[in-house]
């Protein structure tokens, strides 16, 4: 059973758009999501998180939206980049017991000059 | 220092072979594990250690030995291997197992098994 469910599966954006990847849980015990990017060849990197205390967090050109009632929270990358051409995954856990993070399948972004 | 140390980068290794992966991290971190990432695919858990005892193992064949030395090393060791045991390996660290925030990745290793 897949806790985290993420979408879409990959997605291209024109060098500037926005772009939007959304993900929705299961579990109402998570209470920290991460986002994470990875390049080929690299491993998964902090890029911004929040816990379900917020609806929102900026952190530059990226901003994480958070609906507790839907169970859902969105990655939204303003004036994407061709550099921003990764990975995606988002991620939930919860701070209690072992705590390990449940991963989305992951989307690759292309950004196009 | 804010990062986890990996090597080798890349390891091609034989099926008879016996080779092991190296991890360090000196953020002071007391909870380590070992992923398996596929292409495409996110990161599948093999390997929890908190404070430097295993605490979960994943359902991991006895192929991968892990081992946790002392609380900045973690190592891998690998035996009798199969090809579609190739995928890059992450290491990563939390400051607790109980904190999944301040988790970090390291760069990964390779393996490709022939």
């Known amino acids: 059973q897949q806790q985290v469910k993420q979408s879409p599966q990959s997605l291209i954006v024109q060098k500037g758009g926005i772009s939007i990847i959304n993900c929705a849980y299961e579990n109402t015990a998570f209470d920290y999501f991460p986002w994470y990017q990875q390049f080929p060849g690299k491993g998964p990197a902090l890029l911004i998180a929040i816990r379900p205390d917020v609806s929102e967090k900026k952190e530059g050109r990226f901003t994480i939206s958070f609906n507790k009632s839907a169970k859902q929270f969105s990655l939204h990358i303003m004036d994407s980049q061709p550099g921003d051409s990764a990975t995606y995954f988002c991620?939930?856990?919860?701070?209690?017991?072992?705590?390990?993070?449940?991963f989305g399948k992951g989307t690759m972004l292309l950004v196009s000059p | 220092d804010t990062e986890v140390t990996q090597t080798p980068k890349h390891l091609v290794m034989g099926m008879t072979n016996k080779k092991s992966l190296k991890c360090e991290q000196h953020?002071?971190?007391?909870?380590m594990y070992w992923y398996k990432q596929k292409a495409k695919k996110p990161p599948e858990l093999m390997f929890v250690?908190?404070?430097?005892?295993?605490?979960i193992n994943e359902s991991v064949p006895s192929r991968f030995s892990p081992e946790c030395p002392n609380s900045s090393l973690l190592n891998l060791h690998l035996h009798a291997l199969q090809p579609e045991d190739s995928a890059l390996y992450l290491c990563?660290?939390?400051?607790?197992?109980?904190?999944?925030?301040?988790?970090?990745f390291g760069s990964g290793t390779r393996l490709t098994v022939v």
């Open positions: 991620a939930a856990s919860m701070d209690s017991g072992y705590s390990t993070l449940t």
């Open positions: 953020m002071g971190h007391r909870a």
């Open positions: 990563a660290s939390s400051q607790d197992v109980r904190k999944t925030y301040g988790y970090t």
């Open positions: 250690y908190s404070y430097e005892k295993l605490s």
